[in-house]
């Protein structure tokens, strides 16, 4: 188990530091007095746990494919950006573009998130990413979502409706899975509203389950309500918008 | 295929095929090299017919031809001559109408605009300073892409950056909008010739990862292929917030084009349509960029340079000085006439400004604030030849990026039609029938011809200029001289008229 004190670190030293200590073989790293220090965990490929204590700036979990990483508190924007692989918790709220362009790994937060969440999320084979919130997010949550699940809980607010709106605009593949209802008029045009099947229950269930556990939340309590699954119109949104040059 | 004709819309063929019916042996050569199914056999009648609709103009069969029977012409206006409405507009209001849809196209802008680099002329030595005869004399066109700080620190390191053999490079083209082996014909040339291509944003097949040390990785707003490993492959990183044949648009892979190989290397599935956001949605400032850049050199440990391509549009400069200033370490600017796979052919013909006036407009507000060293500029959009290429140097470019170039090497006849996925020489397709036509061992010999055969002209003319080294050279626009341009458009180039 490796100790960092960030007080007061620039985010290249920290991030050096953080890479020394997986180089030279620790897989338990704490991170104390973390103060938006950009880029922790960026590209790291080994399977380590870090725990920050603090609140760790935006693009926490950049390219990263593997570490577990855990955050005792908020977290900014651009966390799991392009993120191909591993686990980020984050008990509290999160900022905008979470999960940008990701590929694979779980991204589970408490509280509520900002814009854009999982824009560009994609999927690939094995490649799944998993991102469940368990507050609500800003607009244009899932914007050109091409793959993965999308999980938004909405626990804590009174509003029976979900409402956030733009949900899934441009979105062309993947799932999102709002529990309760979704106010039609906030869909985005290129998404619809389907029921939701035993088989896509069946996929997330041990992400949910996980999801609980590792932020004390009571699982029962998740599953006993009705959940909306958005999926995309079509995998080819804008096909008929243009035409090929050769047809005459 | 639709190819019943519709009356009301009717929109005349844009070439004309004649094959010469007693030259014509029957061998249906064209019948099968044609790929957008112009030409067919009727056997009863032992007769080629062509369906004159679906040439494409791509020459394909010409070339095939044994015996010289087809010539393929373009078609005179069909439609009464009028000075305002020609038959592009009269055709593009019809289409538009019958399709709802707006035209894509392929390669670079094809209107009649300006081009500059035909108004620049070259100097020469004469008597007072000799010129050099590079064939006996040492010249240098070696040149390095990344940053040079302005001072360095006792023990400091260089920053990183690439050297190139010559000042060439092959700008970025997809795999996924180029078929497997175009991109293998380019990386075999560019390894031989000692400099770069650049992946484009599609990600690399795995079995491209033997040309790491000759590959620029391009990381674009849709991240398509863009994983850690893949970061590292690369020699440098370039972020691509925009390009020259579609400045502010994202990128537009369609379905058709996405095959099991593509799906592999951009890591979506088959047939989906891959679609690159307009923004990069972490990118909003030059602050953000600055985080991307920032995160890009954390990932790869500061190993390599960081390169930032924009499409030359109207505040070029201003814009390229908060790259500069943004930690980038090199900036790739790519003016209006750059091909592409595939673009909105109204946002093709009409955004976006000439790279002469960019890439001078960038160097003088660089050199203005004393940050030109601090970055190198790669300059693409349109580079016909040697003699643009170093008029782009004297210009104030590092280096030149080709494309369009390059794919008129493996075969291309600048057809358009790369958006179909239907290229009949085998180099924009994923059809496998098709991509054979490109012969790799053949390709890449006269691509890395073509590297020599320019570089070889660049040392003509250095020689000429006596100057020996690329390096002095750049941005050193004494050395040019503009004919029939307007003061303002000198002043900006920062050319003297010819005379002068
Ligand atoms: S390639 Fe020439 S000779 Fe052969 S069938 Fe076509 S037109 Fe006739
Ligand atoms: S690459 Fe092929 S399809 Fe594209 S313009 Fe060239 S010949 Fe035509």
Same mark, same amino acid.
């Given at each position: ?35 938006? +220090? ?7 490929? +080994? ?11 935006? =693009? ?30 984050? =008990?509290?709220?999160?900022? =905008?573009? %979470? ?39 800003? #607009? ?9 699940? %999308? ?38 045009? #290129? ?7 035993? #088989? ?13 556990? #590792? %932020? ?27 035409? =090929?040059?050769? %047809?005459? | ?34 790929? *957008? ?41 069909? *439609? ?104 293998? /014909? ?105 985080? !991307? ?27 390229? /000085? ?91 006849? !600048? ?28 390709? /890449? ?56």
């Amino acid at each position: 188990m490796k100790t960092i004190d960030a007080n007061k670190l620039y985010y290249k030293i920290l991030n050096d530091q953080i890479h020394d200590a997986v180089d030279s073989g620790y897989r338990n790293i704490a991170i104390n007095n973390v103060y938006g +220090q950009y880029y922790i965990g960026d590209g790291l490929m +080994q399977p380590v746990k870090i725990d920050i204590n603090g609140i760790p700036g935006n =693009d926490l979990g950049i390219f990263m494919d593997g570490p577990s990483i855990y955050v005792h508190g908020d977290a900014q924007d651009g966390i799991g950006n392009t993120m191909s692989g591993g686990k980020i918790v984050i =008990d509290g709220n999160a900022g =905008d573009v %979470l999960g940008y362009s990701m590929r694979g790994g779980r991204i589970y937060v408490r509280g509520n998130v900002g814009y854009r969440t999982c824009i560009h999320m994609k999927s690939y084979k094995d490649d799944f990413p998993i991102v469940i919130i368990g507050g609500r997010t800003g #607009e244009f949550a899932g914007e050109y979502m091409a793959g993965g699940v %999308l999980v938004i809980l909405d626990l804590f607010s009174e509003i029976n409706t979900y409402d956030c709106n733009f949900i899934g605009a441009g979105m062309h593949g993947g799932i999102i899975i709002v529990r309760g209802k979704v106010n039609s008029d906030s869909l985005g045009r #290129e998404v619809k509203v389907t029921s939701l099947l035993q #088989e896509d229950l069946l996929q997330i269930k041990e992400y949910l389950f996980e999801y609980c556990q #590792e %932020l004390n939340i009571n699982y029962n309590n998740v599953m006993k309500s009705r959940f909306t699954k958005i999926i995309s119109a079509t995998n080819r949104p804008y096909k008929n918008l243009y035409i =090929d040059g050769f %047809l005459h | 295929m639709k190819w019943f004709k519709k009356v009301h819309h009717y929109l005349p063929p844009d070439f004309i095929l004649e094959r010469a019916d007693d030259l014509c042996i029957r061998c249906k050569a064209c019948v099968t090299q044609c790929s *957008f199914d112009a030409n067919f056999y009727d056997q009863k009648r032992n007769f080629i017919y062509t369906l004159q609709q679906n040439c494409v103009g791509c020459n394909r069969c010409v070339a095939y031809c044994p015996t010289e029977a087809i010539v393929v012409k373009n078609r005179p206006n069909p *439609f009464r001559e009028h000075s305002h409405w020609g038959a592009y507009y009269i055709s593009g209001i019809k289409r538009r109408a019958y399709y709802g849809g707006t035209p894509v196209k392929s390669m670079g802008n094809d209107r009649p605009f300006p081009i500059y680099w035909d108004k620049l002329l070259l100097n020469a030595s004469q008597v007072t300073n000799p010129s050099i005869d590079p064939l006996r004399e040492p010249m240098e066109l070696r040149t390095y892409i990344g940053r040079r700080p302005k001072y360095l620190k006792k023990g400091e390191a260089l920053p990183p950056s690439i050297m190139l053999q010559t000042p060439i490079m092959i700008g970025a083209m997809s795999y996924g909008a180029l078929s497997f082996n175009s991109v293998e /014909s380019i990386g075999r040339a560019v390894t031989m010739a000692g400099t770069f291509f650049n992946s484009g944003e599609g990600g690399l097949s795995r079995d491209h990862y033997k040309f790491s040390k000759h590959v620029i990785v391009q990381v674009a707003s849709g991240r398509f292929g863009v994983h850690k490993e893949y970061l590292d492959i690369g020699s440098a990183i370039e972020i691509k917030i925009g390009q020259g044949a579609k400045p502010g648009i994202g990128g537009h892979l369609p379905g058709e084009k996405v095959s099991e190989s593509i799906s592999q290397a951009r890591m979506i599935p088959k047939g989906t349509d891959a679609l690159s956001p307009a923004p990069h949605h972490d990118i909003y400032s030059i602050e953000d960029l600055r985080q !991307l850049i920032y995160a890009l050199k954390e990932a790869t440990r500061y190993s390599k340079p960081v390169i930032v391509k924009i499409a030359a549009v109207h505040n070029v400069a201003a814009i390229a /000085s908060g790259i500069a200033r943004s930690g980038a370490d090199a900036i790739s600017i790519d003016g209006f006439k750059g091909g592409t796979g595939a673009a909105p052919e109204i946002i093709r013909n009409h955004v976006g400004i000439p790279i002469e006036l960019a890439l001078a407009a960038v160097d003088t507000r660089l050199r203005q604030e004393g940050i030109r060293n601090e970055v190198s500029i790669i300059a693409s959009g349109g580079i016909r030849g040697s003699a643009d290429a170093i008029k782009a140097i004297a210009l104030g470019a590092d280096a030149v990026y080709i494309g369009t170039a390059a794919l008129i090497t493996l075969g291309c006849t !600048l057809c358009q039609q790369c958006h179909t996925g239907r290229c009949a020489w085998g180099i924009t397709t994923q059809d496998p029938f098709l991509s054979k036509r490109v012969n790799p061992d053949i390709m /890449s010999e006269h691509l890395y011809n073509l590297f020599n055969v320019w570089s070889l002209e660049l040392k003509e003319i250095m020689g000429a200029m006596g100057v020996n080294s690329i390096e002095s050279l750049r941005g050193n626009r004494l050395h040019l001289r503009g004919v029939g341009l307007s003061d303002r458009d000198l002043e900006i180039l920062g050319v003297l008229p010819a005379g002068e």
